[in-house]
């Protein structure tokens, strides 16, 4: 099986440290894009780009993770990837609104990085390795 494509979206390198982390630790080095804002994923996928999953995070400036759902669900090269919102907020309003615009799922971060790492691994194996898409 080839290396999953993944689109990781997240403003805070810190955060985009941990994941990138994870996914090393995942077993996943390559096939890995990284957007700091929802502005920068949306041209990325605009552009060409095709992954497998995108791990989007939701509060992001200038252009945040719903209206990035709203241009990956709107276009019809990009409706089909499964978009998995990896934030923080645990709000019952943030969750019901990412599945309104069209999350395939949501999950929160945890805080602990053996936690994250753990996360990581499952979103991954699901979404890039078992799970079958239409192409």
Known sequence: MTAPT??????????????????D????????????????????????????LILLDLKMPNMDGLAVLDAVRSDPRTRMIPVVMLTTSGEERDIADCYRHGATAYVIKPLDFTQFRATVRTITDFWANLNRRPT
């Open 6 to 23: 993944i689109l990781l979206v997240d403003d805070n390198p810190n955060d985009v440290e941990l994941a990138l982390d994870a996914l």
């Open 25 to 52: 630790a995942c077993g996943i080095r390559e096939g890995i894009a990284v957007a700091p804002g929802g502005t920068e994923a949306v041209a990325l996928l605009r552009g060409g780009i095709r992954p497998d």
